[in-house]
C-alpha cells in the first residue's frame, strides 16, 4: 500500500509559520496523526526534527491533491538528503493506522547540529 500523504509534526502544522508552502502544494485534508518508534529534537534554528527512538511524536496527516506535485515541493523545503530524509512511516490517526512519509533524520545528525530532545513529543504548543 502507498503511502496516503505526509506526516507533518513542526513548522508546517497549522498556524505554523511554513503552512502556506502546504496550502500552495495542495493540501486537501488535515487529520491528527501519531508517529510511534520516534522522538522530537528541538533545533536551535527554531524548528524540530523527528528521530528514531523510544516514545512518540504528534502531528497531522497530511493528504495532497497530487501526492507526488507535493513531494517535489516538500523536498526542496525541507532538503530532502541534507538533514532530513523522507521515509515511508506508519501513523496512528482516529481511524486507524495509516500508511505516509515523513521526514526524519538520525539522533547524531539533530545533536550536531545543536539539537536537544524534547520530550513531550509535540512541537504545536512549543512545551517540552
Same mark, same amino acid.
Not at 523522507?86 to 545543536?114: F, I, L, N, Q, S
Given at each position: 500500500?502507498?503511502? &496516503?500523504?505526509?506526516?507533518?509534526? =513542526?513548522?508546517?502544522l497549522p498556524?505554523?509559520?511554513?503552512?502556506a508552502?502546504?496550502?500552495?502544494?495542495g493540501?486537501?485534508r488535515?487529520?491528527?496523526?501519531?508517529?510511534?518508534?520516534?522522538?522530537?529534537?528541538?533545533? #536551535?534554528?527554531?524548528?524540530?526534527v523527528? !528521530? #528514531?527512538?523510544t516514545?512518540?511524536?504528534e502531528?497531522e496527516?497530511?493528504?495532497?491533491r497530487?501526492?507526488e506535485?507535493?513531494?517535489r515541493?516538500l @523536498?526542496r523545503?525541507? @532538503?530532502?538528503?541534507?538533514?532530513?530524509?523522507?521515509?515511508? !512511516? !506508519?501513523?496512528?490517526?482516529?481511524? =486507524?493506522?495509516?500508511? &505516509?512519509? &515523513?521526514?526524519?533524520? @538520525?539522533?547524531?545528525?539533530?545533536?550536531?547540529?545543536?539539537? !536537544? +530532545?524534547? +520530550?513531550?513529543?509535540?512541537?504545536r504548543?512549543?512545551? &517540552?
Open positions: 500500500m502507498d503511502p &496516503a500523504g505526509v506526516f507533518v509534526y =513542526g513548522s508546517l498556524g505554523a509559520r511554513h503552512h508552502l502546504a496550502r500552495r502544494a493540501l486537501v488535515r487529520t491528527p496523526a501519531r508517529l510511534e518508534g520516534y522522538r522530537l529534537y528541538a533545533l #536551535p534554528a527554531g524548528y524540530p523527528a !528521530v #528514531p527512538g516514545g512518540a511524536v502531528g496527516l497530511f493528504e495532497f497530487n501526492l506535485a507535493a513531494l515541493a @523536498d523545503f525541507e @532538503d530532502e538528503g541534507g538533514l532530513y530524509r523522507r521515509v515511508a !512511516v !506508519v501513523v496512528k490517526t482516529p481511524a =486507524g493506522m495509516r500508511r &505516509a512519509w &515523513a521526514y526524519v533524520a @538520525d539522533a547524531a545528525a539533530a545533536t550536531r547540529r545543536g539539537g !536537544v +530532545p524534547w +520530550p513531550s513529543g509535540r512541537w504548543g512549543r512545551r &517540552a
